[in-house]
């Protein structure tokens, strides 16, 4: 996987039929905009329709840094990225969503802190959130998560994330079973765990992290039995699953009963703080118009 004298970090994007062309510009521009510039931008076109395909095309068009792979069949996110790792060749691999926006400084911040660290194998960061209106809060993650952290939810927020290229050479992959569909991150942090490397979150505000309410749209059941699964057993095989363990496997059904509406309002309380939104805001407009100007625009 991978040569000698590849760049330094490879970004790795899944992308299928993502409509909203201006997220999908400003999570490009946001990678290409990077003050770290040593870096490979893999962006995985997992079976969007004929229109898109052509559209992403252009990115590599305008910067030979992007390096662009189409698969006329989607096969979905554990399997994409699994393919991105296969071709990456950067010493570190950072993660990116396509209706995010990594702060310009991002990919600087967790090489400095991967190099100086060696004995962090993934690195995430804190988030600002964003709906269709701007920033809206502010997501902090646990410095160093333990074992406990993850009876919640994931304690790393996938996008953000910086892993060690070694940890895959030693098998590690994104499990494309089933039953991990919308849950593959969690599943593989877990999995990693148990294994015994170490995670960390930079506690530094390097991404822009999209979550609106349509992120908390009511999931199928058969999403959630396979979540409560995947809870039980990891939980057990990382020896958290009592005393308190048992209430957190459940928490997925649990959710079903509660609207959507009244748990995005809950977390919209839950994750405000006491900081200036609109300096927030102009700050991640000002790092998008200077990635524009750097970027000739997509048409």
């Known amino acids: 996987m991978g040569s000698l004298g590849g760049p330094t970090i490879s970004v790795i994007m899944s992308i299928y039929n993502q409509k909203n062309r201006k997220r999908l ?3 490009v521009y946001s990678i290409l905009g990077q003050s770290f510039t040593d870096f490979e931008f893999i962006i995985y076109d997992d079976g969007s329709d004929r229109e898109l395909a052509g559209y992403l095309h252009r990115f590599g068009e305008m910067d030979d840094r992007v390096v662009l792979i189409s698969n006329p069949e989607n096969h979905g996110l554990a399997y994409s990225l699994n393919t991105c790792i296969h071709v990456a060749r950067g010493k570190y691999l950072a ?8 702060a310009a400084d991002r990919l600087k911040v967790q090489y400095e802190f991967m190099e100086s660290h060696p004995e962090v194998a993934y690195a ?10 701007g920033v ?13 952290a993850f009876l919640k939810c994931s304690p790393f927020i996938h996008p953000t994330v910086m892993i060690r290229r070694s940890v895959f050479e030693q098998g590690n992959r994104y499990s494309d079973a089933r039953e991990n ?3 593959e991150d969690y599943e593989l942090f877990m999995r990693l765990e148990k294994l015994g490397y170490r995670g960390w979150n930079i506690q530094r505000d390097l991404f ?17 039995m396979d979540e409560m699964r995947i809870r039980y057993r990891n939980f057990k095989e990382l020896g958290i699953l009592y005393p308190l363990g048992w209430l957190y496997v459940v928490r997925p059904l649990l959710a079903a009963a509660v ?3 009244l748990i995005w309002k809950a977390k919209r309380l839950y994750h405000r703080q006491d900081v200036n939104y609109e300096e927030w805001n102009r700050e991640k407009e000002k790092a998008l118009s200077e990635d524009f100007e750097k ?5």
């Open 25 to 27: 510009e400003e999570a």
């Open 95 to 102: 993660r990116m969503d396509d209706d995010d926006v990594s």
């Open 124 to 133: 995430g960061c804190n988030a600002k959130l964003l709906d269709d209106n």
């Open 136 to 148: 809206w809060g502010m997501r902090r993650m646990p410095e160093r998560p333990g074992r406990d």
């Open 181 to 183: 569909w919308r849950c």
């Open 208 to 224: 822009f992290y999209r979550e609106d309410r349509n992120s908390y749209a009511k999931r199928k059941f058969c999403y959630r």
């Open 259 to 261: 609207p959507a509406g």
């Open 295 to 299: 970027t000739p625009t997509v048409v």
